[in-house]
C-alpha cells in the first residue's frame, strides 16, 4: 500500500492503494467518478478510456503508480458547470448514445484527437475512433457526432 | 382503423430460457421510498384512484399514471431500458395522448415495488402490447380531463379540448394538477368501470410519428448517468464470485482461510463462494487465493468441433408442451415433393455469445428481512421472481429496480448476478456491489443456441410447391416460411445441449432465416431465376414483396449483374414479430474471408413512431449481425471455453461498417410493430449468397468463410 496524488478534473485527489491497482477502480471506487466504465478490462473495448496528461489512456490497464503526481481528466471533467463541450452536444443532437455505456470512452477519444487535431479526415476519425467498441452497434451516428463537432469547433473559431 | 398487430403471428421462442434460480442456499429462514406526491392514479384500464399521498408500496400493481397535485406526471411501466429507446418511445405514447409537451412527463421504468408487471423486455413486444396500454391509460386521463372541466364549468364537454396539458376556455384554464386537486369524479365516474376512449388517430400525431431525442443524453454524455455498475450505497463492498475450471465442474472441497487473512468476508454456500471486500481489486485477490485451495470434480463435456452432429445425436424427439419438439404440416408434402424437382441442403449455425458492453451487475442491500436489488436485467419481477425462491422472501419483501441498463440484446432476462450480490450482502452484512468481468459474462451467461438445418423442397417451374425443414435446436422463432407453398412441413427439435443456452436477437429467427433464404437461393439458382423475381414469385405477402422490392430498387438490383473480381451480390428477406426486412449485399471474397462493401437495408413494421430511433435500431441490428455472420463463433473444449474475450471473439468495429443505405417503409393503416430484432435476420444470408455469386461456392454454416473445396 502507499498514497498515490493525482489531479482529477483539476481536483487535487488521493488515495491509499496497491501501487498495481488499475487506475478505472480508483476513480470509481475511492473518487466515485462511476461516468468511466469498465469493459473488458483488457484495452480491447477503451470503455474505461480517459485522459492522462491530456493523452487518451485506458484507464483499466493502468496502474494508479503511473499516474502519481499527473493529471486525469474523465468525462465527468469535461463539461465546464451547465455548458457541455461541442463533442458533448453533438452526442446528444446527433442522438449517439444508444444505451450509453461506451459513450463516456467515445467521448474522451474524441475529445482528445479534436485538440491534436482541430480539422481531422474521415479515415484520422476513422484511425482514432476503432479501438473502441459499441455492442449496440451505433457507429455511424458515433462517427457523425464527432465530425458535427469538428465542423461546428472549425465554425466557431472562424 | 389501423390493420391490427396480429397476436396470432406471435409465438414466444421454445429457447426463450426458463431457469430455476442459479444457487439454492442453506439460508436460515421500513418503510419504502415514497416516490409519487399526492394526486391521481390511472390504471391501465383507465379506471381511476384517488390517492392522499403515496409510498410506493401502496400504488396499486396496475397503476400507469400518476397525475400529482403538484403539476407532475408520471408514466409507469414495468419495462426497462437497454438502449433499444423503449424510455423515450413510451414517453412519446403517453406525451401524444395527454396533450402535453414530453418534458413535462417522466417515465419511470422497471421497478418492481411501484411499476406494473409488463413481463420481460424482449420478443419486440414494447412497441406493440406497452405503447398501446399506456395510450390507452392517457387517453382515459385526458377524457376526464375535459369531462371534469365541463362539468365545473357546466359546458358540453364536446366544446372543450385539451392543448399543452389543460383546458381553456374563455381566458380559463384546467390542467392535469387542477383535476388531481378537484378530489371529485365526475357524476359519470365509476372506478370499477373501465374506460374505453379513442386513441389519437395517427393524422392527428403530433408527438408519436417524431424524431423525439432521448431523454437522458445528457446524463449519458456527462457521465452523470448511473448503470446498474455504478449504483452505490452507504458502506457498500466490492465482490467477487469463485467459477469452476470448466463446464459442469462441481466443487468438492475448499479452504476460505486465504482469503479471510486477507481481512475480507468470504463464504461458501453449497457450491457458491464469494467475497466482498472494500474494493474490487482485494475481492478478486480473495477470490483468486481462495480458488487456488478448491478441489473440484470435473465432468465430460464435448467440444465445438463437430457440433453440428453432436447436436442431431441428442435431438429430443419426443415429449409435449413448450420444451419439447414442435410439427407443423399442411398439404400433402411427401406426394407433392414425389411429383416435382426437388432439392435439398443441409445448413450449420455455432454458439454465438451477446457480449453486451456493460457485462452483468447488480447491487444488492438487506434491511432485516426485506431485500432491495438494483440490476441490468430484462425481466425484472422475473428476477424479482428468482431472488424470493433463492432466499425465500415473498413479493413483498422483494423489490428490483432496473436503472437504464448497458445493453442487453437478450442475453440478460436472468438473475444469477443479483442472487450472487444478494447471497454476499446477507453474508457482509452491508450493501454488496458485484460486476461480473468480461471473461465471466463471456463463459458464464447464456448463449444464442448453436444448430443444424435440413432443408428439402420441390420445385414446378418458378414456384415453390413443397417445402420440408427440420430445425435442430435453433428456437422456433422464424421457423415457418413467409412465402406461399400449398405443401409446408416443419419441425423443430431441441436438442440436449453442451452450452447454456437462451434467447438472443431475433433468437431462433437468425438461424431459421439463414438456413431459409439461403435455400432459396439454391432453389432460385435451380429454377434458373433471378434471386429478387424468384422471391417476388413466391410470395403473395404485400409486405414482404414491398421490402424485397424498395430494397432492390435501392440497390440498383440487376439480374444480369457480375460485378467481378471476387465480388457478388445477393439479397436475402425475412418477416419476424410483425415486422419485415430485405437486405441486399454487395461483398468481395478474399482468400478465405467475405468482406462487405456495400449493404442495402429495407425495413417495414407498420407505423412509425420514432423514425430516428428506428433508423438507429436497424442500422444497429444490421450491423451487429455482420458480427454473427463473418466473425463471432464461440469455440470450447475439455469443458472450457477457448476465446472468451474480446481479443480472441471478434465482434463488429468501426473499420467493419460497409457502405450502407436504410430504406423505412412506412405503414400508417398498419399498427406498430417492434424493430429491434428482425433486421438482423437476412444480414447473413443476404452475404452468404452474395458470396456464392462471387466465388459460385455455397457457403451453408456460419460464420461465412470459403473452405477449401
Known amino acids: 500500500m502507499a498514497r498515490f496524488a493525482v489531479s482529477v478534473n483539476r481536483k487535487e485527489l488521493s488515495t491509499e492503494s496497491p501501487p498495481d491497482r488499475p487506475l478505472l477502480d480508483v476513480l470509481r471506487e475511492d473518487f466515485g467518478l462511476t461516468g468511466t466504465k469498465y469493459g473488458c478490462g483488457e484495452g480491447q473495448c477503451r470503455a474505461c478510456t480517459v485522459l492522462i496528461d491530456d493523452q487518451p489512456r485506458a484507464s483499466c490497464l493502468t496502474p494508479v503508480s503511473s499516474v502519481d503526481g499527473r493529471s486525469v481528466t474523465t468525462v465527468e471533467g469535461l463539461a465546464s458547470g451547465d455548458e457541455l463541450t461541442g463533442v458533448q452536444q453533438a452526442f446528444i443532437d446527433v442522438d449517439a448514445a444508444q444505451c450509453g455505456y461506451c459513450t463516456a470512452g467515445m467521448i474522451i477519444e474524441a475529445t482528445a484527437l479534436l485538440k491534436r487535431n482541430p480539422t481531422p479526415s474521415g479515415s484520422e476519425i476513422l484511425d482514432a475512433m476503432n479501438p473502441h467498441l459499441c455492442r449496440c452497434c451505433g457507429y455511424r451516428n458515433i462517427l457523425a457526432s464527432v465530425e458535427l463537432a ?9 | 382503423m389501423p390493420e391490427r398487430f396480429r397476436e396470432d403471428l406471435f409465438e414466444p421462442d421454445r429457447k426463450e430460457l426458463a431457469e430455476s434460480p442459479a444457487y439454492c442456499f442453506d439460508l436460515d429462514r421500513r418503510e419504502w421510498i415514497a416516490v409519487v406526491s399526492a394526486g391521481l392514479l390511472v390504471t391501465a384500464a383507465g379506471k381511476v384512484v384517488f390517492s392522499p399521498g403515496i409510498a410506493a408500496a401502496e400504488i ?41 409537451a414530453p418534458g413535462a412527463l417522466r417515465v419511470m421504468l422497471a421497478d418492481t415495488a411501484v411499476t406494473p408487471d409488463d413481463g420481460s423486455t424482449a420478443g419486440s413486444r414494447t412497441t406493440p402490447s406497452t405503447v398501446p396500454v399506456v395510450r ?36 380559463k384554464r384546467f390542467a392535469y394538477a387542477d383535476l388531481a386537486r378537484s378530489k371529485r369524479l365526475t357524476s359519470t365516474d365509476d372506478e370499477s368501470t373501465p374506460r374505453v376512449v379513442p386513441l389519437t388517430e395517427i393524422d392527428d400525431w403530433t408527438v408519436l410519428g417524431r424524431a423525439l431525442l432521448k431523454t437522458k443524453a445528457r446524463a449519458i454524455v456527462t457521465g452523470a448517468h448511473r448503470y446498474p455498475s455504478d449504483i452505490v450505497r452507504p458502506d457498500m463492498l466490492y465482490a467477487a464470485v ?36 472494500k474494493t474490487s481489486y482485494e475481492a478478486h485477490n480473495a477470490v483468486e487465493a481462495i480458488g487456488k485451495t478448491a478441489k473440484w470434480r470435473t465432468a465430460p463435456h464435448p467440444s465445438s468441433g463437430g457440433l453440428g452432429a453432436y447436436l442431431k445425436g441428442r435431438a429430443q424427439t419426443s415429449g409435449t408442451g413448450r420444451r419439447g419438439p414442435r410439427r407443423r404440416e399442411r398439404g400433402g408434402v411427401d406426394s407433392a415433393l414425389a411429383a416435382a424437382k426437388t432439392l435439398k441442403a443441409s445448413y450449420e449455425i455455432p454458439y454465438v455469445q451477446h457480449a453486451p458492453m456493460e457485462p452483468r451487475a447488480a447491487v444488492a442491500e438487506w434491511d432485516e ?18 431472488l424470493m425462491e433463492a432466499f425465500r422472501l415473498t413479493a413483498e419483501q422483494t423489490r428490483v429496480i432496473v436503472p437504464d441498463t448497458g445493453s442487453g440484446f437478450g442475453g440478460k432476462h436472468t438473475g444469477e448476478v443479483a442472487i450472487e450480490a444478494a447471497r454476499l450482502a446477507k453474508a457482509a452484512g452491508k450493501p454488496v456491489s458485484l460486476r461480473w468481468t468480461r471473461a465471466e459474462e463471456f463463459a ?7 444448430a443444424v438445418f435440413e432443408a428439402r423442397a420441390g420445385l414446378s417451374g418458378e414456384k415453390i410447391v413443397a417445402w420440408d425443414f427440420t430445425a435442430y435446436n435453433p428456437g422456433t422463432a422464424g421457423i415457418e416460411t413467409p412465402y406461399a407453398v400449398p405443401n409446408v412441413r416443419t419441425q423443430y427439435f431441441p436438442c440436449d445441449a453442451p452450452l447454456r443456452e437462451g434467447s438472443y436477437r431475433g433468437i431462433g429467427a437468425t438461424g431459421n432465416n439463414f438456413a431459409r433464404e439461403v435455400f432459396m437461393d439454391e432453389l432460385a439458382d435451380a429454377a434458373g431465376l433471378d434471386p429478387v423475381e424468384f422471391r417476388l414469385a413466391n410470395s403473395n405477402d404485400e409486405r414482404l414483396s414491398k421490402v424485397l422490392q424498395a430494397a432492390a430498387d435501392r440497390f440498383g438490383w440487376s439480374p444480369a449483374q457480375s460485378p467481378g473480381q471476387n465480388r457478388g451480390t445477393g439479397i436475402a428477406a425475412g418477416f419476424e414479430k410483425g415486422s419485415y426486412i430485405a437486405i441486399c449485399a454487395q461483398v468481395r471474397v ?8 456495400r449493404l442495402v437495408s429495407a425495413f417495414e413494421c407498420g407505423a412509425i413512431l420514432n423514425p430516428r430511433n428506428l433508423q438507429t435500431q436497424v442500422e444497429g441490428c444490421v450491423i451487429q449481425g455482420l458480427g454473427a455472420a463473418l466473425s463471432e463463433e464461440i469455440r470450447f473444449a475439455g469443458g472450457k471455453l477457448l476465446n472468451g474475450s474480446f481479443s480472441q471473439y471478434p465482434v463488429p468495429r468501426f473499420r467493419g461498417v460497409p457502405s450502407m443505405e436504410t430504406v423505412l417503409l412506412d405503414r400508417p393503416d398498419i399498427e406498430s410493430a417492434g424493430a429491434g430484432e428482425t433486421p438482423i435476420i437476412a444480414v447473413a444470408p443476404a452475404l452468404a449468397n452474395a458470396a456464392f455469386a462471387a466465388t459460385g461456392h455455397r457457403m451453408r454454416s456460419l460464420p461465412l468463410r470459403l473452405r477449401a473445396v
Open chain 2, 242 to 277: 469463485l467459477r469452476p475450471p470448466s463446464y459442469g465442474a462441481q466443487l468438492e472441497s475448499v479452504d476460505l482461510t486465504p482469503g479471510k487473512e486477507l481481512g475480507v468476508v468470504a463464504i461458501r454456500d453449497g457450491g457458491f463462494v464469494g467475497c466482498a471486500a
Open chain 1, 150 to 158: 469538428a465542423r461546428t469547433s472549425e465554425a466557431s473559431d472562424a
Open chain 2, 60 to 100: 396499486p400493481p396496475s397503476t400507469r399514471l400518476h397525475l400529482g397535485e403538484d403539476g407532475s406526471i408520471i408514466v409507469l411501466t414495468g419495462k426497462v431500458e437497454v438502449g433499444q429507446g423503449s424510455r423515450t418511445e413510451i414517453l412519446q405514447a403517453a406525451a401524444e395522448e395527454l396533450r402535453v
Open chain 2, 444 to 450: 458464464w451467461a447464456y448463449f444464442r443456441p448453436a
Open chain 2, 136 to 171: 390507452r391509460a392517457c387517453a382515459a386521463a385526458r377524457e376526464m380531463l375535459v369531462r371534469t372541466a365541463a362539468e365545473a364549468w357546466n359546458l358540453d364537454a364536446s366544446q372543450l379540448r385539451v392543448e399543452s396539458g389543460g383546458v381553456v376556455h374563455a381566458g
Open chain 2, 369 to 386: 428481512a426485506r431485500l432491495t436489488v438494483w440490476t441490468g436485467t430484462q425481466r425484472p419481477f422475473g428476477v424479482r421472481q428468482q
Open chain 2, 590 to 597: 478474399v482468400g478465405e474471408s467475405v468482406e462487405v462493401e
